[in-house]
C-alpha cells in the first residue's frame, strides 16, 4: 500500500507540474475512452479557513558566529522590544607563546564591531543616540545556552565601560573600556594566553546591552553588528625580556571577539500577554522572537477531517497535488508606504525540528520551502497577500491519525516567520546549495487579516481521490 502510494503521489505531483506548466495545446479528451472509469484520477479543489492566532516563538534559537543584535523598539502595537548579547573574546590561537613582556601597564583599551545592517521604524531616528552598556558575564558562551535566555545572575552588574558610549548608528561602534578590566587581561598567566579554551573559561564572555528609547516615547533602532568584525584593543607598556638594560617599550595587544566561537543573542518582549488562541478580526505579528501568526496543528486536523467526513472520504486515499496558504492584509493609501518598509519580504511556514546529534529542538522552514516551484511566501503587494506552499504539511495532516499527530504536535505545529534563504558554491564544480533557515535577526511589525475578517486566511488545495 504504501509503496503504491508514493508512487501514485508522484505520478500525480509531476502530472499537475506538467499540466501548470505547459504552453502547448492538445487534446486533452485523447486515449481518455481507453481508462476505466473506475481507474481515472479526478482533479479537484477545495479550500478551508486557517485558523491563526496568535503566539510567541519559544526557545528561539540564538547561537551564531557572526553577528549579533543589539538596540530596543518601543511601538504603540508591541510595546517596548529590547535586544542585548554576549559573546567570548580571546587572543588568536598561535603556535609560538604570546610573548607580553613583563610588568604589562595598561595605558587605554577599547573595542571596535562593525555595523552590517539598521532596522529603523522611523527614518528621522537612523541617527538616534543610543546609550550602550558593557558587562561581565559570569559564563562563557557555548552550545548548553544556545536559547535567548538572560537571567540576572548571568552576569556581574558593575559596567566596565567607561560610562559614555553613545551609538548614533554609524559603521563602527567603538566602547572604551575601564584601565582596570585591561590591567586584569594584561595579568593573565601564560598558560591563559596560550590557550583560548583556558582563557574564556577564566575571562568569560562579554555583556553588551542598550538601553531602551525614553519612557512616553516610540520608535528606536536596531543595529545587525559583525561579530567576525570585532577586537579588542589593549595598548600597554612593558619591561622585555629579550635583552638585559632595555628602556620601557609601548605595544597593542589585538583580541578578537567570538573567533571560532560563539555570540549569543537575547531579546525581550513587552507584547507577550497579547498572545490568544481567540479568532479575531486581524492578527498582529512581530519579529525575531515576537508575536507570530500561529496555527494550532489540533485544529487545523479537525478541519480537514470535518471536510474528509462530510465528503464520505477515506482520508488514506486522499491525494495531495498542492496545498497553498494565502495571509492577506489589508491596505489603503495611507498604509501602502508602512507595508512597503515594515512588513518582511516572505511569511513562511516554520516547525520545531529535533537536533538527535545533539538533543534540542530548533526552529527550521517546512521542507515546501526546497521545491523549485515554491513561492517562499513572498509578500505580493498588488494582491495584498502572502502566499506559498504547504502541500507536504497538509497530506501529513490528512493521512495520519489524530491521535499520532497530537502525539507529536510540535512537529506540526506553525509559526509564519520570515526565512531567510543562502546559497554557496563550489569552486571546483558549477553547482551551488540553497539553504533555508529561520530569520532570528529582522525586527518588523505587521498586521494581517484574522478568521474573522471578510477576507480570511485561507488553504487551498488541489486534490485526488485514489480508486479501490
Given at each position: 500500500?504504501?509503496?503504491?502510494?508514493?508512487?501514485?503521489?508522484?505520478?500525480?505531483?509531476?502530472?499537475?507540474?506538467?499540466?501548470?506548466?505547459?504552453?502547448i495545446e492538445v487534446d486533452k479528451t485523447l486515449g481518455a475512452g481507453n481508462i476505466p472509469d473506475d481507474q481515472a484520477l479526478v482533479l479537484k479543489t477545495a479550500s478551508f479557513h486557517l485558523p491563526l492566532q496568535?503566539?510567541?516563538?519559544?526557545?528561539?534559537?540564538?547561537?551564531?558566529?557572526?553577528?549579533?543584535?543589539?538596540?530596543?523598539?518601543?511601538?504603540?502595537?508591541?510595546?517596548?522590544?529590547?535586544?542585548?548579547?554576549?559573546?567570548?573574546?580571546?587572543?588568536?590561537?598561535?603556535?609560538?607563546?604570546?610573548?607580553?613582556?613583563?610588568?604589562?601597564?595598561?595605558?587605554?583599551?577599547?573595542?571596535?564591531?562593525?555595523?552590517?545592517?539598521?532596522?529603523?521604524?522611523?527614518?528621522?531616528?537612523?541617527?538616534?543616540?543610543?546609550?550602550?552598556?558593557?558587562?561581565?558575564?559570569?559564563?562563557?558562551?557555548?552550545?548548553?545556552?544556545?536559547?535567548?535566555?538572560?537571567?540576572?545572575?548571568?552576569?556581574?552588574?558593575?559596567?566596565?565601560?567607561?560610562?559614555?558610549?553613545?551609538?548614533?548608528?554609524?559603521?563602527?561602534?567603538?566602547?572604551?573600556?575601564?584601565?582596570?578590566?585591561?590591567?586584569?587581561?594584561?595579568?593573565?598567566?601564560?598558560?591563559?594566553?596560550?590557550?583560548?579554551?583556558?582563557?574564556?573559561?577564566?575571562?568569560?564572555?562579554?555583556?553588551?546591552?542598550?538601553?531602551?528609547?525614553?519612557?512616553?516615547?516610540?520608535?528606536?533602532?536596531?543595529?545587525?553588528?559583525?561579530?567576525?568584525?570585532?577586537?579588542?584593543?589593549?595598548?600597554?607598556?612593558?619591561?622585555?625580556?629579550?635583552?638585559?638594560?632595555?628602556?620601557?617599550?609601548?605595544?597593542?595587544?589585538?583580541?578578537?571577539?567570538?573567533?571560532?566561537?560563539?555570540?549569543?543573542?537575547?531579546?525581550?518582549?513587552?507584547?507577550?500577554?497579547?498572545?490568544?488562541?481567540?479568532?479575531?478580526?486581524?492578527?498582529?505579528?512581530?519579529?525575531?522572537?515576537?508575536?507570530?501568526?500561529?496555527?494550532?496543528?489540533?485544529?487545523?486536523?479537525?478541519?480537514?477531517?470535518?471536510?474528509?467526513?462530510?465528503?464520505?472520504?477515506?482520508?488514506?486515499?486522499?491525494?495531495?497535488?498542492?496545498?497553498?496558504?494565502?495571509?492577506?492584509?489589508?491596505?489603503?493609501?495611507?498604509?501602502?508606504?508602512?507595508?512597503?518598509?515594515?512588513?518582511?519580504?516572505?511569511?513562511?511556514?516554520?516547525?520545531?525540528?529535533?537536533?538527535?546529534?545533539?538533543?534540542?529542538?530548533?526552529?527550521?522552514?517546512?521542507?515546501?520551502?526546497?521545491?523549485?516551484?515554491?513561492?517562499?511566501?513572498?509578500?505580493?503587494?498588488?494582491?495584498?497577500?502572502?502566499?506559498?506552499?504547504?502541500?507536504?504539511?497538509?497530506?501529513?495532516?490528512?493521512?495520519n491519525d489524530r491521535a499520532d499527530i497530537q502525539s507529536s504536535w510540535k512537529k506540526y505545529a506553525i509559526?509564519?516567520?520570515?526565512?531567510?534563504?543562502?546559497?554557496?558554491?563550489?569552486?571546483?564544480?558549477?553547482?551551488?546549495?540553497?539553504?533555508?533557515?529561520?530569520?532570528?535577526?529582522?525586527?518588523?511589525?505587521?498586521?494581517?487579516?484574522?478568521?474573522?475578517?471578510?477576507?480570511?486566511?485561507?488553504?487551498?488545495?488541489?486534490?485526488?481521490?485514489?480508486?479501490?
Amino acid at each position: 500500500m504504501h509503496s503504491f502510494f508514493k508512487a501514485a503521489a508522484l505520478t500525480f505531483a509531476i502530472s499537475i507540474s506538467f499540466f501548470a506548466s505547459s504552453c502547448i495545446e492538445v487534446d486533452k479528451t485523447l486515449g481518455a475512452g481507453n481508462i476505466p472509469d473506475d481507474q481515472a484520477l479526478v482533479l479537484k479543489t477545495a479550500s478551508f479557513h486557517l485558523p491563526l492566532q496568535t503566539k510567541m516563538m519559544d526557545s528561539l534559537q540564538a547561537l551564531t558566529t557572526s553577528y549579533a543584535v543589539l538596540g530596543a523598539f518601543r511601538t504603540p502595537e508591541f510595546g517596548l522590544a529590547q535586544f542585548c548579547f554576549a559573546t567570548n573574546y580571546a587572543p588568536y590561537y598561535t603556535q609560538k607563546k604570546i610573548n607580553l613582556g613583563n610588568d604589562r601597564k595598561i595605558k587605554e583599551i577599547y573595542l571596535t564591531i562593525q555595523r552590517t545592517s539598521t532596522t529603523v521604524m522611523d527614518q528621522s531616528q537612523k541617527s538616534l543616540p543610543q546609550n550602550i552598556r558593557v558587562y561581565r558575564m559570569n559564563r562563557s558562551v557555548d552550545t548548553t545556552s544556545r536559547f535567548g535566555y538572560l537571567k540576572d545572575s548571568d552576569y556581574n552588574h558593575t559596567q566596565i565601560d567607561t560610562g559614555s558610549v553613545v551609538y548614533t548608528g554609524g559603521d563602527t561602534l567603538r566602547i572604551w573600556l575601564k584601565n582596570s578590566f585591561g590591567q586584569q587581561i594584561l595579568n593573565a598567566s601564560q598558560l591563559e594566553l596560550d590557550s583560548s579554551r583556558i582563557f574564556m573559561d577564566k575571562f568569560k564572555a562579554l555583556l553588551f546591552t542598550c538601553d531602551p528609547p525614553e519612557d512616553g516615547t516610540n520608535g528606536g533602532r536596531l543595529n545587525i553588528l559583525s561579530t567576525t568584525n570585532a577586537y579588542i584593543n589593549i595598548t600597554f607598556s612593558f619591561q622585555p625580556t629579550w635583552k638585559s638594560g632595555l628602556a620601557r617599550k609601548d605595544s597593542v595587544f589585538v583580541i578578537p571577539l567570538a573567533d571560532n566561537t560563539y555570540t549569543q543573542n537575547f531579546s525581550t518582549y513587552e507584547s507577550k500577554p497579547q498572545e490568544s488562541t481567540a479568532a479575531k478580526e486581524y492578527v498582529m505579528v512581530e519579529g525575531i522572537g515576537g508575536l507570530k501568526a500561529y496555527v494550532d496543528p489540533m485544529v487545523l486536523k479537525d478541519t480537514l477531517d470535518r471536510w474528509v467526513a462530510k465528503q464520505g472520504y477515506d482520508p488514506k486515499k486522499i491525494l495531495i497535488g498542492k496545498a497553498t496558504y494565502k495571509l492577506p492584509f489589508v491596505t489603503d493609501n495611507s498604509t501602502v508606504s508602512s507595508v512597503n518598509y515594515y512588513y518582511p519580504a516572505n511569511l513562511y511556514p516554520n516547525n520545531k525540528e529535533w537536533d538527535t546529534k545533539s538533543s534540542f529542538y530548533y526552529y527550521a522552514p517546512l521542507e515546501d520551502v526546497y521545491a523549485t516551484s515554491n513561492n517562499a511566501g513572498d509578500i505580493n503587494r498588488s494582491l495584498s497577500c502572502y502566499m506559498g506552499d504547504i502541500s507536504s504539511m497538509i497530506q501529513k495532516l490528512v493521512i495520519n491519525d489524530r491521535a499520532d499527530i497530537q502525539s507529536s504536535w510540535k512537529k506540526y505545529a506553525i509559526w509564519f516567520s520570515p526565512v531567510n534563504k543562502s546559497t554557496s558554491s563550489n569552486i571546483y564544480s558549477t553547482s551551488s546549495t540553497t539553504s533555508y533557515s529561520t530569520d532570528a535577526s529582522s525586527y518588523f511589525i505587521g498586521k494581517l487579516n484574522g478568521p474573522l475578517h471578510a477576507n480570511y486566511p485561507r488553504v487551498e488545495i488541489i486534490y485526488a481521490v485514489m480508486n479501490d
